[in-house]
């Protein structure tokens, strides 16, 4: 069966980080380029960050570029999320996602068609 499943959510406070991971369980990740994406209640899921199968191409939202850094490891089949400089609008459940398609990139949620259930993010004082 395959899985991608995500960690590292958790509270933090405004200006804080966080690492989310992205494992993959019953395949290789080396084919697929991953992308996160989250959504806050009552938003719309929103493109965060995707990183190609080489993992030379990385994307950013505008809302997170600066703060976020993609990266893979694909010798351990995981994708890292880093997010620094926190904000409480950052807050919502982020998921990472699996696309084999396209070995580089797009934050387009349609190009994906593999999905992990998701980690929660709270950005509060």
């Known amino acids: 069966q395959l899985q991608l499943v995500e960690s590292g959510g958790g509270l933090v406070q405004p200006g804080g980080s966080l690492r989310l991971s992205c494992a993959a369980s019953g395949f290789t990740l080396d084919y697929y380029a991953i992308g996160w994406f989250r959504q806050a209640p009552g938003k719309e899921r929103e493109g965060v960050s995707c990183i190609s199968t080489s993992g030379l191409t990385t994307n950013y939202s505008d809302s997170v570029k600066g703060r976020f850094t993609i990266s893979r490891d694909n010798a351990k089949n995981m994708v890292y999320l880093q997010m620094n400089s926190l904000k409480t609008e950052d807050t919502a459940v982020y998921y990472c996602?699996?696309?084999?398609?396209?070995?580089?990139?797009?934050?387009?949620?349609?190009?994906?068609?593999?999905w992990g259930q998701g980690t929660q993010v709270t950005v509060s004082s």
């Open positions: 996602a699996g696309d084999r398609r396209h070995p580089k990139c797009k934050i387009v949620a349609e190009r994906y068609d593999l």
